[in-house]
């Protein structure tokens, strides 16, 4: 079986995790604070706190901007339902906005139309590595007040007008779940090049704690610790870290082999009259997280046989991205009009994509797409 995705794993990791296991330091220690730095670093970010997943990067971004019950935040529907479930942790409100159809991204000519008064934050995605457009959609945010948080859950390494994404006054959280373009087996992060919520980040992902043990351990003096708020425990742990540290290194060579496929792929399929590949929006540069197809409406076959018939094959494909409105927790929140995002729903796929994919199962998989849609 061709796998969806497989992690891009060697030795290094299996060395790198070994090495904390021995020095009997295994939790948010020296490791995490390098893994930060490298991150920080690559995406230009004045700071980068790291977590235990996108999802409490996201919940922890919208606590510290005061977010709760009575508020509402502006979110895509096309989405993991984790984007909408971290609004709801907060006590708030997620309200949906429809997608543009060639980004796949919330469309910013319909965002103005859901802002209301009860509107706090505006929390657009990077789908499948894809920028958002976030100069029109800072603009309307900045017009209006709303502060955004980006979710980049898929988006390290991809670049929007000369910047990677991360490198932002806004608060950006990524998410280094094996489905990413590099993974810590779970972990995430938020970054940002406003300093008014680092501290604060800090304290909350670690119950609040004014001084983290890596300060208190390299301290000559004896310091104290303080709990001025109440936090989480929202703690990556040091042996996570180390793999995310071998796997920054390799970011630049997973982003080159992944879109290297990408590429194979749009040739492959940018004729077909019946597959409608993924456009880059103007100046930006995709780090491929996943590489997805739609299937046209008169096509010979819907999109779920096409995925019936890669299985058959042995070749695993996923439907795209979900449509969060459609899951019973949802169902009641205003999601009208939302009919690119169900278009979508309804007729992508999301096709193989690891860097390890050699030339023989990457011609198999596009000879079968083009055979089954014959
Ligand atoms: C767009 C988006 N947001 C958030 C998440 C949640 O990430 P995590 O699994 O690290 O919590 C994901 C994960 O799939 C995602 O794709």
């Known amino acids: 079986m061709i796998p969806i995705i497989k992690p891009y794993y060697s030795e290094e990791e299996e060395i790198a995790t070994a090495e904390v296991i021995r020095s009997g330091w295994v939790t948010q220690g020296p490791k995490v604070k390098e893994f930060e730095d490298i991150l920080s670093e ?10 235990t997943s996108c999802t409490t990067a996201l919940f922890l971004a919208l606590k510290v901007l005061g977010i709760g019950r009575g508020d509402e935040v502006l979110v895509p529907s096309f989405s993991f339902i984790a984007t909408a479930n ?12 429809d997608i543009d159809p060639q980004s796949y991204n919330m469309d910013p000519d319909r965002i103005e139309e859901k802002i209301s008064d009860k509107t706090k934050a505006i929390m657009p995605v990077h789908q499948a590595g894809i920028p958002a457009d976030m100069d029109i959609i800072n603009e309307i945010a900045g017009a209006n007040g ?3 948080i980006e979710d980049a859950a898929c988006a ?3 670049v929007y007008k000369g910047k990677k994404i991360g490198c932002s006054e806004n608060l950006v959280c990524f998410s280094f779940h094996p489905r990413k373009i590099i993974t810590c087996g779970e972990g995430g992060a938020v970054v940002s090049n406003n300093n008014k919520y680092e501290e604060e980040l800090r304290l909350l992902r670690h119950q609040g704690m004014s001084v983290s043990d890596l300060q208190r351990h390299n301290s000559k003096n004896l310091i104290f610790e303080e709990y001025p708020i109440v936090g ?3 703690r990556l742990t040091d042996i996570q870290a180390a793999v995310g540290i071998v796997q920054m ?3 630049d060579e997973i982003i080159e082999k992944r879109n290297l496929i990408a590429d194979e792929y749009n040739n492959a399929f940018k004729e077909n009259p019946y597959i409608v590949i993924p456009a880059a929006p103007e100046q930006t540069s995709i780090a491929f997280q996943s590489y997805m197809i739609r299937i046209r409406k008169d096509a010979p076959v819907t999109r779920d046989d096409v995925i019936r018939k890669l299985m058959e094959r042995g070749i695993a494909s996923r439907r795209g991205i979900m449509a969060i409105h459609r899951e019973k927790p949802y169902e009641n929140i205003r999601a009208l009009e939302l009919t690119e995002t169900d278009k979508a729903f309804d007729n992508t796929l999301i096709l193989p994509l690891y860097p390890q994919m050699n030339i023989k199962e990457r011609q198999y998989v596009i000879d079968s797409v083009i055979s089954i849609l014959q």
């Not at 971290?86 to 906005?97: E, I, L, R, T």
Request: proline share 6%.
């Open 42 to 51: 690559y995406v230009s970010a004045e700071f980068a706190i790291a977590v």
């Open 86 to 97: 971290s609004v709801v942790h907060v006590g708030a409100k997620p309200v949906f906005v």
């Open 146 to 148: 709303i502060p955004v």
């Open 156 to 158: 390290i390494g991809s």
């Open 232 to 234: 989480f425990n929202f």
């Open 249 to 251: 290194k390799k970011l």
